[in-house]
């Protein structure tokens, strides 16, 4: 039986191709915290309660105002600002020492933690294990008062409530040779396996194509919504559109966007409980569940339909770790 570490280590590449199927091709957004853990909020998102250029510029500490300078001299405005609600975004994070990480960033209208609808998903934890601490010029409590000059550490407020509370990727080298990334794939094929159905119609109205497990149907996804039908003139067509992509933007109800949710927090329950009868060197029940999904990623090919077949199997594992998630 090929052990735990001989079988990341072979499976590099196809971790990677594979996390580029479930990106839709994308790649993952790169950020540099080679010299400072501080990460301006900016970096991420807009923040609501100010400008891109104030909440960069603002920080009286030597890391913040680094942090500042990194994002400026890559982007205009944060991550999440041009993406779609009920979508997600890969973060190569880049630390001291060559030391690569994973993150993911969530935008849903379930997120209720800031007014930005965003959380980064962090398999350290949102306390003192977390690779970066995330910072702000504003209070996180909106009815405090805000001190010139002071930045505040805002991390709990975007990490959650898709991080976990404490770290769940821990184990030794033997059980745990590196899930971070693995642990992001979870994270990833769970959102597009719950996500509300009106997530891919968005895509497709912005000119992309509906991933595998779709719920989008011929002309109307399951939910029962109906797409745009060609009219007979250009402007009943482009009015009819217009009226299309508002509803697939509005129809996404708060029952359906906290479900998924729900479900996570639930997931994320079963994954950092303690493995029966075992010690705590052997990792946590995600540690178990991440192996898993190496085994399923490894076993298929690196080509469409062999990523499309281990993302379902994947999401069955998951749909299965579920039924065994603590109800409390």
């Known amino acids: 039986m090929t052990s735990r570490t001989a079988l990341f280590q072979k499976s590099t590449r196809k971790n990677q191709a594979f996390e580029r199927f479930i990106c839709n091709g994308q790649e993952a957004a790169l950020l540099d915290a080679t010299t400072s853990k501080y990460i301006p909020l900016s970096y991420f998102v807009t923040p609501a309660d100010t400008t891109a250029s104030s909440a960069s510029a603002s920080a009286s500490e030597p890391a913040a105002s680094a942090s500042a300078t990194r994002r400026s001299s890559r982007q205009s405005h944060g991550l999440a600002d041009k993406m779609p609600y009920e979508t997600f975004r890969l973060i190569n994070l880049q ?47 909106a009815d405090a008062d805000d001190e010139p000059g002071t930045v505040y550490d805002v991390t709990q407020n975007y990490f959650s409530p898709i991080s976990p509370k404490v770290c769940m990727n821990y184990g030794n080298d033997t059980y745990n040779p590196g899930y971070c990334g693995i642990f992001g794939i979870i994270a990833m094929v769970f959102f597009r396996g719950y996500r509300p159905p009106t997530a891919e119609l968005r895509s497709i109205d912005q000119g992309g194509s509906p991933p595998p497990n779709s719920r989008i149907e011929s002309g109307r996804s399951v939910g029962g919504e109906e797409t745009t039908k060609t009219k007979t003139t250009k402007t009943e067509s482009e009015s009819e559109t217009t009226k299309a992509k508002s509803e697939a933007t509005t129809t996404t109800t708060t029952k359906e966007s906290e479900n998924w949710l729900q ?66």
């Open 95 to 141: 630390s001291r020492g060559s030391h690569a990480h994973s993150l993911v960033l969530f935008k849903s209208r379930a997120i209720t933690t800031n007014p930005e609808h965003i959380a980064i998903f962090e398999c350290n934890g949102q306390y003192t294990q977390s690779e970066i601490r995330v910072i702000h010029t504003y209070h996180p409590n």
């Open 263 to 328: 479900k996570w927090k639930q997931l994320l329950k079963y994954m950092r409980q303690d493995i029966p009868n075992e010690p705590e060197s052997h990792g946590c029940m995600g540690t178990n569940l991440a192996a898993r999904v190496q085994e399923i990623i490894a076993a298929h090919p690196s080509t469409a339909t062999g990523h499309q077949n281990a993302e379902e199997e994947i999401l069955r594992e998951i749909t299965q770790a579920l039924t065994q998630a603590p109800n409390k």
